[in-house]
């Protein structure tokens, strides 16, 4: 195999490995929300992070060896990440958890376009593809009718859009550098929930601290690691299939660790996403040359 041909491999195995760390998160996160606030659970899952990763991020900066692209890179996709985190949030309070789910995901429908229209070239795969998914998305979740909750939840969408984007354009800094600078606006939320809640006891969180280590080490540091990593050599549009895999993974999770039944039509949808994913990776147009 190629040089290129094994970059190709690693993007997609980065990409794919952390998608299905993220589909185990929402079973773990159902725990975790049952102690604490969804404010709470965000922020406290990256201070975790954040601490775990000063001894790290202080030898680098002790080397200067973190770049200035780093810490705006990191910066910036950590500021879209909160605000599309808090937008997702606020509509699903105003509509089903389905119609968010299908709406949050239509930010790869966005990024296809955008590609489309950028290089003015596009695969008969890739819209295929994307046909496909959005069939097995809309099977999966099933949404119905649309209102000002679906509407915070579509903005939300373009944001996560947009996060991918930055990424994209950013993914040539050091993975772990970048990783760390993404990890703090999220912290900001921590203000949100000592303006709306009383602060968290120590026995409040105790109960979730396993689930929480877990959000925070693998969920949070390797795999915004392995996104960086794979979106170096996967363009955009096709990673933002790729992520795909993470809510056509959720119920297979929910099913393992919490018992969660898993329905026909969440295995039908399961399956295309699959197939939608299949060929994204086949077509030469989902890569960079590098």
């Given at each position: ?9 690693r993007?997609v ?6 998608s299905?760390?993220?589909g185990?998160t929402f ?5 975790v ?7 709470r ?6 201070l975790?992070?954040v601490l775990?990763?000063?001894p790290?991020?202080a ?9 200035k ?5 990191g ?8 605000l599309?985190l808090?937008?997702q949030?606020?509509g699903?309070?105003y ?6 789910a ?6 790869f429908?966005y990024?296809?376009?955008?590609e489309?229209?950028?290089?003015k070239?596009?695969?008969?795969r890739l819209?295929?593809a994307v046909?496909i998914?959005?069939?097995g998305?809309?099977?999966?979740t099933?949404p ?8 915070v ?6 944001i996560?859009?947009l ?8 993914s ?6 970048t ?10 939320l921590s203000i949100?929930?000592a ?6 006891t120590?026995s409040s969180?105790?109960?979730v ?5 877990y ?13 960086l990593?794979?979106q ?7 990673a933002s299939?790729i992520?795909?895999v ?6 297979l ?5 919490i ?8 295995i039908a949808?399961f399956?295309l ?10 077509s030469r147009y989902?890569?960079k040359?590098?």
């Open positions: 195999m190629s040089t290129h041909g094994k970059q190709r491999v993007g195995a980065a990409l794919i490995i952390a299905v760390v993220w185990s079973p773990v996160i159902k725990i929300v049952r102690h604490v606030n969804s404010f659970y965000v922020w406290i899952r990256n975790l992070a775990a990763m000063v790290y991020i030898y680098r900066l002790w080397r200067g060896s973190v770049a692209r780093s810490v705006i890179g910066l910036l996709i950590g500021s879209a990440y909160t599309a808090w937008l949030g606020l699903t309070f509509t089903t958890a389905s119609n968010s299908f709406i949050t995901n239509l930010y429908i990024l296809h376009t955008y489309a229209l950028k290089h070239r596009y695969d008969y819209a295929v046909i998914a959005l069939a998305l809309y099977i999966m099933s119905t009718g649309f209102g000002f909750g679906e509407a939840v579509l903005v939300g969408s373009f996560w859009a996060q991918i984007l930055i990424v994209d354009r950013y040539t800094t050091n993975p772990l550098d990783t760390f600078f993404m990890l703090l606006p999220p912290l900001t949100l929930d303006m709306l809640f009383e602060l968290p120590i969180i105790l109960p601290v396993p689930h929480l280590l959000l925070s080490l693998i969920a949070s540091i390797v795999a915004y690691a392995l996104q990593h794979g170096k050599y996967v363009v955009a549009s096709t299939t992520y795909l993470e809510p056509a993974s959720a119920p999770f929910a099913m393992l660790i018992n969660e039944s898993v329905s026909t039509a969440q949808g399956a996403i699959m197939l939608a994913l299949y060929l994204s990776i086949a989902s890569y040359l590098l």
